[in-house]
């Protein structure tokens, strides 16, 4: 059977997400695009195709509609209205959660049965609608949550310190927005504690940048696309390939009934369970804080 991918939403973020595909070494055999602007699709799987001489893998890159969801293991939703400046992800909830009811029900009326795979804002509500409209068992939708975050985490603290960003163990967790934070308590590198490395000063002012990353990149360049289509990428390899590595992917907590990212084991079947790290007090209120805001957008839709 074929390790089939649909990407629905082809905009920045839907293409940044294809064509880091293409340049990475994954199991994906076929990728098929679906968008309200048929014309411009036929454009992007042409101009995809045309990299397959020089690309490491083999996928090949179809325009397709809902029924090619039928048999795939993964769909993936990059569709829905942007961040402008001054908007915070939270202002796209009610111009997004329309566009996710119909694109979920279309995608269900296909019989599909894989893995949803979620990049739309406000991440962890459209990562909730799309549980709670696909009916799938929980661990099988996911939000890209706080993979992006955490990315962004690294490399700043790697800029500081000048050591590899792969080697860096922090987390952002919480609400993929404003109330997210890092969980420094249990942050380090090299089993050393991250103090070590950083003073509180530190941690504070790169907390403040990794907050600030995608407002700043909106600023200048009108929206972010890059560094979530590699994180995408990730998680798609790590359902694909079966890897049980540990992601900050948004997943449902039944506890509090929101998606929310913490740490998480991803394979092939989705999520296979939550990491809750231990959290000081501080960092408890956060979370608390972080899964209130959460639940109250969820309510403004109801």
Not at 15 to 41: C, F, G, P, R, W
Not at 45 to 52: G, I, K, P, S, V
Request: some cysteine.
């Amino acid at each position: 059977m074929k390790n089939k991918v649909v990407l629905i939403g082809c905009g920045n973020v839907g293409m940044s997400y294809a064509y880091a595909l293409l340049n990475q070494h994954t199991y994906v055999d076929e990728l098929i695009l679906i968008d309200l602007n048929k014309e411009k699709i036929k454009g992007e799987a042409m101009d995809l195709n045309h990299c397959l001489a020089y690309s490491p893998t083999k996928v090949k890159v179809k325009v397709g509609e809902y029924s090619d969801c039928q048999d795939a293991k993964i769909v993936v939703i990059a569709a829905g209205s942007n961040q402008e400046v001054g908007e915070t992800r939270m202002d796209l909830i009610h111009k997004n959660s329309g566009i996710f009811q119909n694109i979920v029900s279309n995608v269900m009326k296909s019989s599909f049965d894989g893995i949803f795979l979620v990049a739309t804002n406000p991440l962890d509500v459209m990562t909730y609608l799309t549980l709670k409209y696909s009916n799938l068992p929980a661990n099988r939708v996911i939000g890209s949550g706080t993979t992006l975050d955490t990315a962004r985490l690294r490399y700043l603290i790697s800029e500081k310190i000048n050591i590899c960003p792969k080697d860096i163990e922090a987390y952002v967790i919480g609400e993929h927005g404003d109330s997210e934070f890092v969980c420094w308590s249990n942050a380090g590198i090299a089993l050393t504690k991250i103090d070590t490395f950083l003073t509180k000063e530190d941690q504070k002012i790169l907390e403040e940048e990794v907050k600030n990353s995608a407002n700043e990149i909106i600023k200048r360049k009108g929206a972010t696309y890059y560094g979530i289509g590699m994180c995408l990428v990730r998680i798609t390899s790590a359902i694909l390939e079966d890897k049980n590595i540990i992601l900050p992917v948004s997943s449902y907590d039944q506890k509090n009934d929101v998606c929310i990212s913490t740490p998480a084991v991803v394979n092939k079947d989705g999520v296979k369970e939550k990491i809750y790290i231990p959290l000081n007090e501080e960092e408890t209120e956060k979370l608390t804080d972080s899964i209130a805001i959460i639940k109250k957008a969820i309510q403004s839709l109801e």
